[in-house]
């Protein structure tokens, strides 16, 4: 993966604020009856699709906000961006489609109906979950090593 295809590091914070509020926006939405992103049709009438009437975009907005910021989470440059780092990335993403596509196949045969359609909707992002997850696993381990090698040349 070149790295000149990846986001600034710096963009990473604002991926990580689109991703919560993109949940907390659909946690609230959740318990709550009142409709923020509201599209108001003024024509008079029946118009060609039936009777005029409201549309909310509160759904469309939520899973734009949550992809748009685990994009940004999981694309973005690290401080210092090495060989190393760029093949945890690769094998990561590489780990992230086999586990993201066998939890699909599964699903294939433990649901149907609406909630197949739900559990596809939510597989759109759980490739960049589980892509975030491993990754930043891995970057913590590597971090963790390196922490405890310089104790340890530091102490002898």
């Not at 990846?6 to 919560?20: I, N, Q, T």
Request: proline share 1%; net charge neutral.
């Amino acid at each position: 993966m070149k790295s000149r295809f990846l986001f600034p590091s710096k963009v990473r914070f604002l991926g990580l604020f689109l991703f919560l509020a993109g949940i907390a926006f659909f946690i609230y939405s959740q318990n709550s009856s009142k409709e923020i992103f509201v599209w108001h049709s003024f024509s008079t009438g029946n118009s060609f699709w039936g009777a005029s009437r409201d549309e909310s975009f509160d759904d469309e907005i939520q899973l734009l906000m949550v992809l748009s910021g685990l994009i940004l989470l999981a694309f973005s440059k690290e401080s210092v961006e090495d060989e190393h780092i760029v093949q945890l990335r690769s094998d990561s993403l590489q780990w992230a489609v086999y586990v993201n596509y066998a939890v699909f196949a599964v699903l294939i045969f433990a649901s149907y109906g609406i909630t197949f359609l739900m559990f596809t909707m939510y597989n759109v992002l759980t490739l960049l979950v589980f892509f975030i997850v491993r990754f930043r696993w891995k970057m913590f381990l590597l971090n963790r090593g390196l922490t405890t090698e310089v104790k340890g040349a530091m102490q002898s």
